[in-house]
């Protein structure tokens, strides 16, 4: 049989066959256990599975939280303290401070006897500064602004937050640069130098402006220094990271003269463009909020603006631009306009939220300022330390006396003598040096030097310089003698610091504040130029107030009519005659209107009757429009 002549294959053989079909298979199996079918159900992406970790980095974010609101208690405690026992003289930010540094040398002991450690909790973190505390510091900044005087002094404020800001960092800066290559400071180069000169020219004058408040002093000084402040910090943010930007290796070929051209260039775009974003948004939802009624439902309203006061900070941000300019001017334009669409409660709560939410923020700034001095490892040089608060003062009269100059040919109410030695005293540095000084990405020993100088910075003109402002002031004398007369004859006589004289700023806080909703300012005489005054009569108005009251106004706030406002009226009646119920005491007889009525005579307020008709404009109504306007 030629057919049954081949042998069958032999055993070795058969083996070796079925051993490669079961490594064939094995392989097969283990590429698709690696490589999911796409018409798998199961097709997870193991990057995307949370990290093993991630329960404990939740423990340590939750003490941090604690902590947090730990020291913002003790804060509150401190104040309320402060105001209970009269101690008015002592500014709130720098009792602050010094609960700070206690707190941080009582967990620095605790620490040194292994008993309890907390310096991930107590360490200053800067993104946590930008992204949670300064927004709604800066947000309220701009929305409580008295726009009037603001607006009328806008030229000095810019020409003093801008160009007084370059000459500080300059004068600054050059001089550490220049210093440390003589061998005299720790050597900085160029852009460390700068960088530093940028950072520390940023201000803070919270305790100058306390006092201001305290002793009543010229509205233009206090509006010139608090004007400056407010876009000081946005430019000084925006000028440090334009120095850093330049100091990539991409623009090392560039000389002096075309990276001072292009920073120029890019600092400019970058300020006014996020200021165009912010006054956008406002604008934005000022028209939303005129055709869009959520005045009956308070929560949505509410969180409506919660919404839009941190949105232009977001986008800015993220595209690169300056998310404090952009909230600050979101903030000025939102009060300007969007604020007279809100329905009265919504109005009181919104100015109540953000007045807790920046009292928050800034106690826990400063408390944060105060841990800083324990909770850092330090590098001292006192040589940098020395030169760098001489040229901070120097820096400081550079900018302000030959600016000051220079706009009194321009100004009808002139800067005096005396008002530039207080606005030069007045320099102070804040929490936003120290910030920027922690984001700055240079060698490590550089970066320990640059902190611990920032941090000796802030903490001696905060506390010393601050301190002194009072017994300055003294010396000067009356920054208002030299304002012209018709401001005297209506300035109230007598030294109201004598009377009461309180720095802490919470105790000036009221529950209703319409004044910095108006743009009214208190009566001067009338400028015949136009030029720029310190106040404006209602009957003098021109320029942008005058098209802002014609045009812009009707077109982004709404006409509401006499049946709404008196609505509106009742409602707020009702929601005061329902506290009251809830907290009278059993034996009292007299009704809620009967004690309302008594307190407004003792106030000296006036009901008028809901005459009238048609529809009127909440906007000139000051902070809640509950009567028509003829």
Sequence with gaps: MAASGEEPPTKSA?????????????????????TPSPDSEETVQVDNLPAPSSQEEEHSTSMVIFFILTVLLLCIFLVHLLIKVNMHTLPESIAVIFLG?????????????????????????????????????IF??????HKGNFFQNIGSIMVLAIFGTAISALVIGSGIWVLGLAGVVYPLNAVESFAFGSLISAVDPVATLAIFQALDID???????????????????????????L??????????????????????VLFFASALMGAFFGLLSALLLKHIDLSGTPSLEFGFILIFAYLPYGLAEGIHLSGIMSVLFCGITMSHYTHFNLSPVTQITVQQSFRTLAFMAENCVFAYLGLAIFSYHHKIEL????????????SRAANIFPLSFVLNYFRDHKITRKMQTIMWFSGLRGAIAFALSLFLNFSNEKRHVIITTTLIIVLFSTLILGGCTMPLMKLVGDVNEDTTPAARRRRPKGNKAKKDLNLVKTHDWRAIDSEAFSEMTETDEPSAGGSEVGFVRTNHKSGLIKIDEIYLRPFFTRQFTTEEIRTGKIKMTQLANQWYTSVRRPNDDSSAEEDITLLANENGECTSGAGGGGSVNNSHSGMISLSPMS
């Design 14 to 34: 058969a083996e070796a066959f079925v051993n490669a079909a079961i490594n064939a298979s094995k392989d097969l199996a283990e590429a698709a256990l690696a």
């Design 383 to 394: 040589s940098l330390i020395i030169w760098s608060l001489i040229l901070t003062l120097v």
């Design 101 to 137: 540094a206690v707190i941080g040398l009582f967990f620095k002991i605790l620490s040194l006897n292994d008993v309890v450690d907390f310096q991930e909790a107590e360490t200053f973190n800067p993104t946590m500064f930008f992204l949670l505390f300064l927004p709604p510091i």
């Design 247 to 268: 100091g990539q290796p991409e623009y090392a070929s560039m000389t002096a003269g075309e990276l001072f051209m292009f920073g120029g260039k890019h600092f400019i």
């Design 219 to 245: 509205p233009i000084l206090y509006m010139l220094v608090f004007g400056e402040s407010v876009l000081n910090d946005a430019v000084a943010i925006v000028m440090t990271t334009t120095i850093l930007m």
């Design 140 to 145: 309220e900044a701009g929305y409580s602004l």
